[in-house]
């Protein structure tokens, strides 16, 4: 798909403004000058003008002349914007030769662009990632010795598809990728927390030397600042084509550093967080029996379960959370194994519930948990633990206390025999945060590989059952308020029916 129609395609009115601070240190970083200058995905020049504007420390309105790429007459509805960077004169000048004209760009000095994330729809190849197609097209749009800085998720820096390796592949091989700049998965709240970086390109073979600068660490309250922070820190490490061909062109600092296992300070602060969030909740519960008018009646009602158990989830979830510091920090110390999921791990489908198979005496499981009842039941457990695989509870994981039926927005999950303890399995697959690898956007979703191949720390059997000895009564209570949850599931569909 050309890249014009991939902007008119993909690319709707509802457009997020990247934050400031972003389109600031891809200036910083590209570095913007002279010449033309393309947001591919723009909504509007806001990102351009900003950009310029801060860089050469002028005011937008004498700095800048913008005409949409397109040659259309209006600029505020374009998807493809560019404009002239430089002094005032030599912008007009520019300009003047173009009067009356529509623009005939093809190539740009310069591209900056924060592309959409997810799939294309389905076409003759099959659905395909848009970050991959925008990055594949922009090559054309980029002028001999030009550049281009894209804001690209995690999972392309690093993926091992056959298409993503060949996509970096053809990046390092053909042109220089000069710089890899990785960002705080806060980086673009309140609109997502995803993992992204920032990838620059030059079209010119260069010194095949590429430069990777973490920022991971930097702290929400500091994000106004990563301009001036990559100014300061400097790249953790510099490659050339030659290794980086020989990790398949991986543009991810884990893959040659290896992964800081134990930040004690943000485990700290975490726990601290979590406690007291934990002690607030756990203050006053609500009652099942507390009407929307806060009025206690004699029976439960809708509302009380609802808020109910929203509280109890929050608890598992700060509960979960301070094991999962403890798991982390015990991990570091003593240096556990890191294993791959396919080693350990049994992943199953679940199945779809057909009209006639519904209301019966067993629960169905779906991702966000009980929801409706069954005539059969596919669990051949009577516990399981569970995976949500699409919709918004994708990637969350919980444990099924009753044999029912799985529906198929759910994986089910076991342990290989003498490879895991069933609670230790659960808190290191919670501890996994699936949501974070979660693709689609309309219908998120994740896939058995994504549970598979990863890795997880996973000491010996004698070490797990330690651990779950060592932390005994947050289990125990685990287990007490899990099943309670599932049982006001059940009475809230019983309600509902």
Not at 94 to 120: H, R, S
Not at 284 to 303: A, D, H, R, T, W
Not at 423 to 434: I, K, P, S
Not at 473 to 480: G, S
Request: glycine content about 8%.
């Amino acid at each position: 798909m050309a890249l014009r129609e991939l902007t008119k395609e993909y690319l709707t009115k509802a457009v997020y403004q990247t934050p400031l601070e972003i389109v600031r240190l891809m200036a910083e970083a590209l570095p913007l000058g002279e010449g033309t200058v393309l947001d591919i995905c723009g909504g509007s020049e806001e990102f351009l003008l900003r950009a310029a504007a801060m860089k050469q420390k002028k005011s937008e309105e004498e700095l800048l002349v913008f005409e949409n790429w397109t040659g259309a007459e209006d600029t505020s509805d374009g998807r493809e914007n560019f404009l002239v960077c430089g002094p005032t004169e030599k912008a007009a000048e520019y300009f003047k030769k173009k009067k009356g004209k529509k623009a005939k760009e093809k190539t740009f000095d310069a591209v900056l662009m924060n592309t959409p994330f997810g799939y294309t729809r389905e076409g003759n190849k099959g659905r395909v990632r848009l970050e991959s197609q925008f990055l594949t097209q922009v090559t054309d749009c980029v002028a001999e010795n030009g550049r281009c800085a894209a804001v690209v998720p995690g999972g392309l820096l690093n993926r091992t598809a056959a298409e993503d390796v060949e996509l970096r592949k053809r990046f390092v091989e053909e042109f220089h990728v000069e710089q890899v700049i990785l960002l705080p998965i806060s980086a673009f709240l309140p609109y997502a927390e995803v993992r992204t970086g920032i990838f620059i390109f030059a079209k010119e073979k260069g010194d095949g030397m590429t430069r990777f600068y973490d920022l991971r660490k930097v702290e929400p309250e500091k994000l106004k600042s990563l301009p001036e922070i990559y100014r300061k820190s400097g790249p953790v490490c510099t490659l050339n084509r030659t290794i980086l061909s020989q990790h398949q062109y991986i543009l991810s600092t884990e893959e040659y550093l290896g992964e800081e296992k134990v930040d004690e300070r943000a485990l700290l602060s975490r726990e601290r967080v979590l406690r007291r969030r934990l002690a607030q909740l756990s203050e006053k519960i609500p009652s099942v029996y507390e009407n929307e008018l806060g009025q206690i009646g004699m029976f439960p009602c809708q509302k009380g379960i609802q808020t109910r158990k929203a509280v109890i989830k929050e608890i598992l979830d700060c509960e979960y959370g301070l094991l999962e510091c403890s798991l982390l920090r015990d991990a570091g110390k003593e240096k556990w194994p890191e294993k791959e999921g396919k080693t350990f791990l049994k992943i199953w489908s679940g199945q779809r519930l057909d009209e006639e198979e519904k209301d019966g005496p067993y629960r169905v499981y779906g991702a966000a948990g009980v929801q409706g009842s069954a005539r059969t039941a596919t669990m051949k457990e009577e516990q399981a633990i569970l995976i949500g695989r699409v919709g918004s509870y994708c990637g969350a994981v919980y444990k099924a206390w009753t044999k029912g039926f799985v529906s198929d927005n759910v994986m089910l999950a076991g342990a290989v025999e003498n490879e895991a303890e069933e609670d230790f399995l659960l808190l290191v697959l919670r501890a996994a945060h699936f949501n974070a690898e979660k693709r689609g956007s309309v219908q998120p979703y994740i896939t058995k590989d994504i549970v598979l191949k990863r890795k997880y720390y996973l000491p010996e059997l004698v070490r797990q059952q330690k651990f779950l000895s060592e932390n005994q009564e947050m289990f125990e209570k685990i287990r007490e308020q899990e099943k309670e949850v599932e049982e006001l599931s059940v009475e809230s569909d019983r309600l509902r029916s």
